[in-house]
């Protein structure tokens, strides 16, 4: 997670949350146009998002459930206003899997990150704010589709779909198979797990969470892997690794149709 010391808050904090960050030492920790991420460096330091109106709601609630669990931040403060949304998180305890120490032994991290997903999903959801996420997922896909937004940036070969068409064929007649059975992540991503000496501290970066159809999870873990360790040598052992008697590679064909609809 990139570190940048800047000269505080650019922007008028309210008191609900100026208190936490007074005489502290500032970094933007952004990584998303979508949002602004400020590390703020006190006590055991915490974490401001902002973002605008209405885009923080659905993560402060999962940030929540998540913490519930021993799973996630505290959230210490959620504000929205007209203009835009914050979020105050305390910091979880480690670092996030792209530091050096877990990238240069990427077995173990490769079974540290199926080992943690598997335990995510036998996780009880009972009382999750979202309790249909694989119902919001297809929505975003298709409404997607419906626009043009076609994502060859993320995904250059478009998992081998030769247009939009193609892969809106595929969704539409796989997209009945999924289901929500299980606690997701919903970007499961080296930078969104942290670990503290290989122990898993918390998952952050919750927003698309919920009770959702495993393999949204498992496409990312395998996803994750290659783009930060720049090969595909450690898809069939992350798979193998989290338990194949879950893992439907047809399933998987499905959710990357869906995600190059951004």
Same mark, same amino acid.
């Given at each position: 997670? =990139?570190?940048?010391?800047?000269?505080?808050?650019?922007?008028?904090? @309210? =008191?609900?949350?100026?208190?936490?960050?007074?005489?502290?030492?500032?970094?933007?920790? #952004?990584?998303? @146009?979508?949002?602004?991420?400020?590390?703020?460096? =006190?006590?055991?330091?915490?974490?401001?998002?902002?973002?605008?109106?209405?885009?923080?709601?659905?993560?402060?609630?999962?940030?929540?459930?998540?913490?519930?669990?021993?799973?996630?931040?505290?959230?210490?403060?959620?504000? /929205?206003?007209?203009?835009? &949304?914050?979020?105050?998180?305390?910091?979880?305890?480690?670092?996030?899997?792209?530091?050096?120490?877990?990238? #240069?032994?990427?077995?173990?991290?490769?079974?540290?990150?199926?080992?943690?997903?598997?335990?995510?999903?036998?996780?009880?959801?009972?009382?999750?704010?979202?309790?249909?996420?694989?119902?919001?997922?297809?929505?975003?896909?298709?409404?997607?589709?419906?626009?043009?937004?076609?994502?060859?940036?993320?995904? @250059? %070969?478009?998992?081998?779909?030769?247009?939009?068409?193609?892969?809106?064929?595929? !969704?539409?007649?796989?997209? /009945?198979?999924?289901?929500?059975?299980?606690?997701?992540?919903?970007?499961?991503?080296? @930078?969104?797990?942290? !670990?503290?000496?290989?122990?898993?501290?918390?998952?952050?970066?919750?927003?698309? *969470? *919920?009770?959702? &159809?495993?393999? $949204?999870?498992?496409?990312?873990?395998?996803?994750?892997?290659?783009?930060?360790?720049?090969? %595909?040598?450690?898809? &069939?052992?992350?798979? &193998?690794?989290?338990?194949?008697?879950?893992?439907?590679?047809?399933?998987?064909? $499905?959710?990357?149709?869906?995600?190059?609809?951004?």
């Amino acid at each position: 997670m =990139k570190k940048t010391k800047i000269n505080g808050i650019p922007f008028k904090l @309210p =008191k609900d949350i100026s208190h936490f960050i007074n005489g502290a030492d500032v970094y933007d920790s #952004s990584c998303s @146009p979508e949002a602004r991420v400020y590390f703020i460096d =006190k006590e055991n330091g915490y974490f401001l998002k902002r973002a605008k109106a209405g885009a923080l709601e659905k993560e402060a609630a999962m940030t929540k459930f998540f913490h519930s669990k021993n799973l996630g931040a505290e959230v210490l403060t959620y504000l /929205s206003y007209s203009n835009a &949304d914050l979020l105050l998180t305390a910091a979880v305890k480690g670092e996030d899997c792209t530091r050096e120490e877990y990238l #240069s032994r990427p077995e173990r991290l490769c079974d540290v990150l199926a080992c943690e997903l598997r335990k995510l999903h036998e996780t009880d959801f009972s009382a999750c704010p979202v309790p249909d996420r694989t119902a919001d997922y297809l929505t975003f896909a298709e409404e997607n589709y419906r626009t043009g937004n076609y994502d060859k940036t993320s995904f @250059p %070969d478009s998992f081998g779909y030769r247009n939009a068409e193609e892969a809106y064929a595929v !969704l539409t007649e796989g997209k /009945s198979a999924l289901q929500s059975k299980v606690l997701l992540h919903g970007d499961y991503c080296l @930078p969104n797990v942290i !670990l503290d000496n290989w122990k898993l501290s918390g998952f952050i970066d919750v927003g698309s *969470g *919920g009770v959702g &159809d495993r393999h $949204i999870d498992l496409f990312w873990g395998t996803w994750t892997l290659f783009f930060n360790l720049k090969t %595909d040598k450690y898809r &069939d052992r992350f798979l &193998d690794a989290y338990g194949r008697d879950k893992a439907d590679e047809s399933l998987l064909k $499905i959710i990357a149709a869906a995600e190059v609809f951004g």
